[in-house]
């Protein structure tokens, strides 16, 4: 299976709202329900943000949010801050019992 | 706190295996799995296979199916992964993550949290 397709970055000002698209298909994001969006800081390890499309973990802003529609899941960051400029990557499990991740999206906070 | 331990970076020559370890804490082991990921240099996220914590089932991507084994340790809640035949390509951050099971099977990709990584290089 192909990677999922992120932009490869999304750039805006403090306080702005930006939002990640994350296009699979009828194989990954269209039929299941288990979209997860990490967050990675540059040399830290990668951190989860959303589950299940649009589920937070606890400790996990609310500015953060997630959703979905047909193959093609978003993250959307409101109220962006500076400490959210880093690297998110979409993951889907895909048919054949395997997990999909995006190429990853560059935020730049202006 | 959950917390994941990983083992120190490694130098391997090609075709040699490597295998590193992820130390589990502060949480029941055999109430999760733990899931595999690794990074090439400047490269994405690309995932290797799970094993459960509750009876050591696993499930490996294809790419890396007769290459790699994921072995755990319920005595002191570590998991194992061991990559053989080493290539260039391999040279990657290796990450563990816990990863959300029911029972033996961890078909999720609720990855969380992470540990450190640990550096491979494969070089001559």
């Known amino acids: ?110 | 706190q959950v917390q994941l331990v990983q083992s120190g970076p490694e130098v391997k020559k090609p075709g040699a295996s490597v295998k590193v370890s992820c130390k589990a804490s502060g949480y029941t082991f055999n109430s999760y799995g733990i899931t595999w990921v690794r990074q090439a240099p400047g490269q994405g996220l690309q995932w290797m296979g799970w094993i459960s914590g509750y009876n050591g089932n696993t499930d490996y991507a294809q790419k890396f199916q007769g290459r790699v084994t994921m072995t755990t340790d319920t005595a002191t809640s570590t998991a194992y992964m061991e990559l053989r035949s080493l290539k260039f390509d391999d040279t990657a951050v290796y990450y563990c993550a816990r990863i959300y099971c029911d029972g033996g099977s961890c078909h999720s990709n609720w990855f969380d949290p992470w540990g450190q990584g640990t550096l491979v290089t494969v070089s001559s």
């Open chain 1, 1 to 110: 299976q192909s990677a999922l397709t992120q932009p490869a970055s999304v750039s805006g000002s403090p306080g702005q709202s930006i939002t990640i698209s994350c296009t699979g298909t009828s194989s990954d994001v269209g039929i299941y329900g288990l979209v997860s969006w990490f967050q990675q800081h540059p040399g830290k390890a990668p951190k989860l943000m959303i589950y299940e499309v649009s589920k937070r973990p606890s400790g996990v802003s609310n500015r953060f949010s997630g959703a979905k529609s047909a193959s093609t899941a978003s993250l959307t960051i409101s109220g962006l801050q500076a400490e959210d400029e880093a690297d998110y990557y979409c993951s889907s499990y895909a048919v054949g019992h395997t997990v999909l991740f995006g190429g990853g999206t560059k935020v730049t906070v202006l």
